[in-house]
């Protein structure tokens, strides 16, 4: 009784770690901020959490590491599935065994200022080396393991990762479960066969753990008074979705409250056992966050989407078809990734042109555009020189700033000159310059000017109306989704 008391004290007393702003990160802080009384339970859970060797993080840790930046998925995993959910969601046993991350998305958390940002990147977004050397979607990468997830990030974003945290299906449903249910409001009924949601009537409904995974798993949303609409967003409008959804979860962990040691220990039971986190991230170092990051209203905190171009069409890549695929889009990007990262002005933009060594390969068989584009860059002042021609991949291509490990910020400065689909890969050059462009089949050259760098104008995006607009960073939230309560 003694042990229980003195764990419902401690609780109590730290009612405020319930106010941070990613209900799952509150989860995963929580279990790790017990101690005293409760050090023997928190030792019992903290040993549940699955630890996985995670390379390429930066090292940080102690009561001041400054900012740091957590690389959040939800594994596509079935092999933990009970028989209702491997019904609904697939099994192992019927042959669905691959691992893709349904969800990445980033949270940094910056010490320096108390705020906490979130950054989501569509798993259909197309890259180079998401696979080590191989284009494919940015959800393929787990397939190699997080290392190699938390590369591709670093390497073509330019996004340091100091943590990794993993969710699978199971656990996610025992977080939801765990707390009662969560309400949310449907303004319409709403449906999708392919992940199990069937709202029949408009209202607010309280959602198990099960009905909870379908919103969020949701991609093929059908909804209206006679189900007549097809909302046909896919996973951007997932990703809407999901940012919404996880605010009303935070919210309502608050609400449930941290204090009754018995329901308390059914939330840390159901996502202990089904959680796993880089082998860095201590106890000690979650206490840190809960210590720091603690009053944080989930509304808060920004969430964007990283901008990109959707293509309508299946796409086909050296003749293999990728099907539904969205691409990098050039400035919006590095824009949301420097809000994104607190960075007013890019490091890049301070390194002058005529330092970087940039050979120019024509991707697309086009030699007169890629003479054109060369001119263009050495008129900004590059020193460039010719590096040949490559066999075009397809009549829509990325154009590709690959770079010398150790040359990102020379990469990124290439890349400020350049608009359209345009995306970054640490990778063989060609020429023996630090910094190869394989061109692409949109993009174009700009001007660059020191403001310009951080805030190009609407005028020096590439129209690219056969593939649809760029997209916003920050979106609202259609009237027919789903929301708190």
């Known amino acids: 009784m003694g042990h229980t008391q003195g764990m419902l004290r401690f609780l109590r007393a730290h009612r405020w770690a319930r106010r941070l702003s990613l209900g799952v990160l509150v989860l995963v802080l929580f279990v790790g901020g017990l101690?005293?009384?409760?050090?023997?339970?928190?030792?019992?859970?903290?040993?549940?959490?699955?630890?996985?060797?995670?390379?390429?993080?930066?090292v940080s840790a102690g009561p001041n590491v400054g900012t740091q930046t957590f690389l959040m998925i939800g594994s596509t995993s079935r092999c933990v599935l009970n028989g209702k959910q491997a019904n609904a969601f697939g099994s192992c046993a019927q042959g669905i065994t691959g691992v893709n991350s349904d969800v990445v998305m980033l949270l940094r958390?910056?010490?320096?200022?108390?705020?906490?940002?979130i950054l989501s990147i569509p798993r259909d977004l197309v890259l180079q080396n998401v696979r080590p050397g191989q284009f494919h979607k940015i959800d393929a990468a787990l397939a190699d393991g997080p290392t190699q997830l938390v590369k591709v990030i670093e390497q073509d974003f330019g996004i340091p990762i100091n943590h990794f945290v993993e969710l699978n299906f199971d656990s996610f449903q025992g977080i939801v479960n765990s707390i009662g249910g969560i309400r949310m409001y449907f303004p319409t009924p709403e449906k999708d066969l392919y992940s199990s949601l069937n709202i029949k009537t408009k209202g607010c409904h309280l959602l198990n753990g099960f009905e909870a995974l379908a919103v969020v798993r949701a991609r093929h949303l059908e909804y209206g008074s006679h189900l007549q609409y097809y909302d046909g967003s896919g996973d951007l409008g997932r990703i809407i979705r999901d940012h919404e959804f996880l605010r009303v979860l935070a919210g309502q962990v608050a609400s449930h409250g941290l204090g009754n040691p018995i329901s308390d220990n059914s939330l840390i039971g159901s996502i202990a056992p089904q959680l796993t986190v880089d082998s860095g991230l201590s106890v000690t170092d979650m206490i840190n966050l809960v210590l720091t990051f603690h009053g944080i209203s989930p509304s808060a905190v920004p969430q964007w989407t990283l901008p990109n171009i959707e293509d309508h069409a299946d796409y086909m890549y050296q003749g293999y078809d990728y099907g539904s695929v969205v691409f990098p889009a050039y400035p919006q990007d590095q824009r949301v990734i420097d809000q994104f990262l607190g960075l007013s002005t890019p490091p890049s933009s301070s390194l002058p042109a005529s330092s970087v060594t940039l050979s120019v390969v024509d991707g697309t068989a086009n030699p007169a555009g890629t003479a054109r584009a060369s001119s263009k860059l050495s008129a900004l002042g590059f020193h460039v020189i010719s590096g040949g021609s490559a066999t075009p991949v397809g009549p829509v291509s990325e154009a590709i700033?690959?770079?010398?490990?150790?040359?990102?910020?020379?990469?990124?400065?290439?890349?400020?000159?350049?608009t359209g689909i345009v995306s970054l890969a640490e990778g063989p050059t060609a020429a023996g310059a630090s910094v190869t462009l394989v061109t692409g089949s949109n993009f174009s050259v700009v001007p660059l000017h020191p403001h310009h760098a951080a805030h190009p104008s609407p005028a020096d995006v590439n129209p690219l109306s056969m593939l649809g607009p760029v997209s916003a960073g920050l979106q609202s939230l259609p009237w027919y989704d789903p929301r708190g309560c």
């Open 109 to 117: 958390a910056d010490q320096a200022n108390h705020t906490v940002r």
């Open 35 to 58: 101690t005293g009384a409760a050090f023997a339970y928190v030792a019992y859970r903290n040993h549940q959490i699955h630890r996985v060797r995670v390379g390429s993080l930066q």
């Open 401 to 418: 700033v690959y770079y010398k490990a150790g040359h990102l910020a020379q990469a990124q400065r290439v890349a400020d000159s350049l």
